[in-house]
């Protein structure tokens, strides 16, 4: 499988309190994405990293991305309670044609507690 | 803008039915539709990439046959399972890309959850 992986799996912290997200991938990629999904909902973007960039910052969000080690991070400052949602890392590779198709890791379950 | 609707939201079917889902991109013109499965508490799931006017390109183990996916416009793409099982029952959701940006953004659509009976 070319999913990839994301520790921890839950991750439950008190409001306030910074979370931070691991993900790991298998295969050389073009852009590496975060979505977040809360309970039963679509996916919202969240950021874009490119394979060229190292550090990427978006309001109270920090991503980088570790090529040499296929890996990324994902930061969320002063989390609040709607912050509460499933997180999911995904790989943008180039398959040899006008479509990319993206692979999602198999995400982390945030719990913010007030 | 970049607005994507699946319809609809939620369905429960007996099984041995037919489901279509149907995705729409609202306010742009769609090349490529991608629909998702997902299961309770995983992750997506690639099924299916589709270009408009042409047949779809299926995942491996995605049964073409029981999972038929139309793109016959550049704005709806429509998703059939045929003979739905309760091991159909899951959450599928729909993405769409119409260029515009260098990586080709997919605008996700709110899902439609199957429950089959």
Redo the contacts between chains.
């Keep these: 499988s070319q999913q990839g992986e994301e520790d921890p799996q839950a991750l439950s912290i008190q409001e306030g309190e910074n979370a931070t997200m691991n993900c790991s991938y298998k295969t050389s990629i073009n852009n590496l994405q975060w979505y977040r999904q809360n309970s039963g909902r679509g996916l919202v973007h969240l950021i874009l990293i490119r394979s060229n960039e190292r550090e990427k910052h978006s309001g109270r969000l920090r991503v980088t991305l570790d090529t040499s080690k296929k890996s990324s991070s994902l930061l969320i400052t002063a989390s609040r309670a709607a912050d509460t949602a499933s997180y999911f890392c995904a790989t943008d590779s180039f398959y040899g044609g006008a479509t990319n198709k993206l692979i999602f890791g198999t995400g982390t379950l945030l719990a913010v507690q007030p | 803008g970049a607005v994507v609707s699946q319809h609809p939201s939620w369905v429960i079917c007996k099984s041995g039915t037919s489901v279509k889902i149907e995705c729409r991109s609202l306010d742009f013109q769609a090349t ?1 539709m ?1 629909w ?1 499965r997902q299961f309770p ?6 099924m299916a ?1 589709s ?1 408009e006017g042409s047949k779809a390109t299926y995942e491996q183990g995605v049964e073409k046959d029981k999972f038929l996916i139309n793109h016959a416009s550049l704005t709806l793409s429509t998703l059939t399972v045929t003979s739905a099982h309760p091991e159909d029952s899951s ?1 599928y ?1 729909c ?1 769409a ?1 119409g260029g515009g940006t260098s ?4 605008f ?4 439609t ?1 199957l429950t089959v009976l």
Aim: glycine share 8%.
């Design positions: 490529t991608f998702y508490k995983q992750s997506l799931m690639l990439t270009n959450f959701i993405s890309t990586y080709n953004e997919q996700f659509g709110p899902g959850r």
